[in-house]
């Protein structure tokens, strides 16, 4: 399959504590996205990368989120001393970039308790 | 507060009826996507549409972008229980680089 994949696929962390997720995009797409998925909502956009740089960061993004593409293939995002309303799906998307299609990963389904 | 409203929130119908559903924006989108989403997964890219007016057809299911480009339609022809899920639009901007979503249809095809 050679579609993106993001490991974990859930994740159950105490308040306080950091943790980090992993995403691989589609080998050949040079750009790379997160988002957030709140229970009854659709995909808040959170950042984003062409290749390695990254060009564009939501407001949604605290101080105590950050996000890597070191090698402009996978990606890492991190949250710092987790709150319970960091609980939510996180989702990663790839695509080229002259191109308006999105294509997304299965997520990673995290819970603060 | 969603750019993108979506109508129905939620939709229960029978199997082999006929529905629609809507994406509305007082925004101008340079492309729209839509995706369905099943619970614990991520959204699957249906079709993008990038011209005003423009009807695309995938199998039983016809998407039309509106002539100013700020809203779309998805129909369903004799719906199935396969289709149940989460339907998503998104809208891509000028810049490319921020897709707004709609909180979603959430669709049930009763067998």
């Known amino acids: 399959d050679t579609g993106v994949s993001q490991n974990p696929r859930h994740k159950i962390t105490k308040r306080g504590q950091n943790v980090t997720f992993r995403c691989d995009p589609i080998s050949e797409h040079n750009r790379l996205y997160w988002y957030r998925q709140t229970l009854g909502q659709g995909p808040e956009f959170l950042t984003y990368f062409q290749n390695e740089a990254q060009l564009e960061k939501s407001r949604l993004l605290s101080d105590r989120f950050s996000a890597e593409r070191p090698k402009g293939s996978f990606s890492t995002l991190e949250i710092q001393r987790t709150e319970q309303g960091d609980s939510a799906m996180y989702l990663c998307?790839?695509?080229?970039?002259?191109?308006?299609?999105?294509?997304f990963g299965p997520g990673t389904r995290l819970t603060v308790t | 507060t969603q750019l993108l409203e979506q109508s129905p929130q939620f939709l229960s119908i029978q199997e082999g009826e006929n529905l629609t559903v809507y994406c509305n924006s007082s925004?101008?989108?340079?492309?729209l996507q839509w995706y369905r989403q099943e619970p614990g997964e991520g959204p699957v890219l249906l079709v993008t549409v990038v011209t005003g007016g423009e009807v695309k057809k995938l199998k039983r299911l016809t998407f039309q972008f509106g002539d100013a480009r700020k809203d779309s339609s998805l129909h369903i022809t004799a719906a199935q229980p396969g289709d149940t899920g989460l339907y998503l639009c998104a809208g891509s901007s000028y810049n490319n680089n921020d897709m707004r979503f709609g909180a979603g249809t959430r669709l049930t095809v009763k067998p």
């Open positions: 925004s101008v989108f340079s492309s």
């Open positions: 998307a790839s695509s080229l970039s002259n191109s308006y299609e999105q294509y």
